[in-house]
């Protein structure tokens, strides 16, 4: 079960990113899944940004997992290597979410290894106008959204959630195949966004999301096999 997440997203400038790198996922990560609870673990290069901007999901049993110890916590206990690594971060920012909800897609089997988020995801994080949002966005998921990602080409799966620790309320983890059929199958949908006239376009205005969000990336670790 994986039903805690914690989500990090920060820049690295290019002079320290081949050294950041090879420590996040041949230390850093390794470090992680070895503690108990710890279900998968996977880093995403973001698109469209102008300097060298990444994704790190962690996935437990429970949110739980993530606060004993807590993020603070394990600041504390950091060794100097990790203390400078974690220094090369740039506008980082994290939060930690709870699953609220959840649906595959027709490409479910394609997920990665241990369950894993898949090859590309967009991950969005934010806050509602108010408690009448709220409600009509849940609505929005479990009525129109959820149905048409179960059935949408390309799509592994979505998994909406609540933030347990982060300055956001809300967030939503979409997982496909490759970013073509991201792009070819669930981008022209986004477009409703921009339509007052459609549900997403009533609902969507009324969000405020996080610096950076929402975001999309390509898996860099577990490295994607065809």
Wanted: proline share 6%; glycine share 6%; with cysteine.
């Amino acid at each position: 079960m994986d039903r805690g997440l914690w989500a990090i997203w920060y820049e690295i400038s290019d002079a320290m990113r081949a050294e950041y790198l090879a420590w996040f996922h041949d230390v850093h990560i390794p470090e992680k899944l070895a503690r108990p609870g710890y279900a998968w673990a996977a880093h995403y290069a973001l698109e469209s940004r102008d300097k060298h901007a990444y994704l790190a999901l962690f996935a437990a049993t429970t949110t739980a997992i993530f606060l004993n110890p807590s993020p603070a916590q394990l600041a504390q206990r950091q060794s100097a290597q990790t203390r400078r690594m974690i220094g090369m971060r740039q506008h980082a920012q994290s939060c930690i979410l709870a699953e609220e909800a959840r649906v595959d897609g027709p490409q479910v089997a394609q997920r990665g290894p241990w369950l894993t988020a898949g090859a590309v995801v967009q991950f969005g994080c934010y806050n509602t106008a108010n408690s009448a949002v709220d409600d009509d966005l849940g609505a929005w998921y479990a009525q129109e959204r959820f149905p048409l990602l179960a059935g949408l080409p390309g799509c592994i799966g979505a998994r909406k959630m609540l933030v347990s620790v982060g300055a956001q309320k809300h967030a939503i983890l979409h997982e496909f195949v490759s970013m073509a059929a991201r792009e070819q199958h669930f981008a022209p949908h986004e477009a409703d966004a921009h339509k007052p006239d459609t549900w997403m376009g009533r609902v969507r205005p009324q969000l405020t999301h996080a610096p950076g969000s929402p975001m999309v990336g390509q898996r860099l670790w577990p490295v994607v096999t065809e």
